[in-house]
């Protein structure tokens, strides 16, 4: 009788790294959900957080400049001053919102007990992109809000903004 070849199976491994002496430290097996969902999900967020809270300060802006408040307000501070709590305002709000949700994706996986794979340096960067992603598109935002004179004009100046917006997500 014929001998059966034995199967062999493969185990997926991270990356092997050195440790101070410069010895090899075996990789670890692969975890689908550090790797892979984790960070998905943290892109997502941040685009969540963009798309929520960037477009009002648009219509924050182009309405008061429709109902001549803005006129007001700089008469007490300098429009540089005036933009610029609007854009600390929002990213306020978006890091309200981003302390909620990761909260309670804590707490989903405390509940899975996989809380051991959120890294705390996912969470550190999460927090730093999120903040210059929201200066940017705020400030971007703002401006088409400050350049336009109705809501029209507004939608087709958004075009080019939502084009880069939307191209981390494909």
């Not at 034995?6 to 670890?28: F, I, N, P, Q």
């Not at 182009?62 to 307000?73: D, F, P």
């Not at 507004?154 to 880069?164: D, F, K, N, R, T």
């Amino acid at each position: 009788s014929e001998a059966q070849p034995s199967r062999s199976s493969v185990v997926k491994k991270g990356l092997a790294s050195r440790t101070a002496t410069g010895e090899v430290e075996a990789a670890e097996d692969e975890n689908k959900i550090r790797d892979q969902l984790i960070p998905i999900v943290a892109a997502v967020m941040l685009y969540m957080m963009i798309m929520m809270v960037a477009p009002a300060s648009l219509n924050a802006v182009l309405e008061e400049k429709m109902q001549r408040i803005s006129e007001v307000l700089v008469a007490s501070v300098s429009p540089f001053q005036l933009m610029l709590g609007k854009t600390l305002g929002g990213v306020g709000v978006s890091m309200v919102l981003s302390v909620i949700y990761i909260g309670g994706g804590m707490f989903a996986l405390d509940y899975n007990e996989r809380l051991i794979d959120l890294q705390p340096s996912i969470l550190v960067w999460f927090f730093v992109f999120q903040v210059m992603a929201m200066m940017m598109f705020q400030a971007l935002f703002s401006a088409i809000g400050a350049a336009s004179s109705e809501i029209r004009d507004a939608q087709s100046l958004m075009g080019p903004v939502m084009m880069i917006a939307v191209a981390p997500m494909f």
